[in-house]
């Protein structure tokens, strides 16, 4: 009974002569806490702040492959309908011809470096 308080044990003992064990046994919340899995434990604010921060930036790689993969499609439809629209708008066409005689160029000499390569 040494460093005890005489109020909280006769408070105690009360309890204890009425029935009611509220007082004596620890909270149950709090055995709860201390018995979670690191996985299953509530996160602090720094951490839920570096997991957003971490999310945010692990997309860039996706968009800027998306962005490459979009423009490429863009570069390929003007290629293909290049004709049609030269026709339908006079005024591009010269445009529209370097445009091709561009794209053809490079695929003539990208044909050329793989012929070198497998030596055909």
Known sequence: MRGEDPTE?????????SG???GVLPDID?????????S???????EVAASRAATEQSGGFGRGFLTVVLLAAG???????APRLAEAVPALAP???????????????LDAQLKALTGE
Do not use: H, P
């Open 40 to 46: 299953e434990r509530r996160k602090t604010a720094t």
């Open 75 to 81: 570069l390929v439809a003007l290629y293909v309908v």
């Open 9 to 17: 044990a006769k408070a105690a003992a009360a309890m204890a002569a």
């Open 30 to 38: 709090e055995i709860n806490s201390t018995l979670r899995k690191d």
């Open 95 to 109: 445009a529209l011809e370097a445009y091709v005689e561009a794209v053809n160029g490079a695929r003539f000499w």
């Open 20 to 22: 009611s064990r509220r």
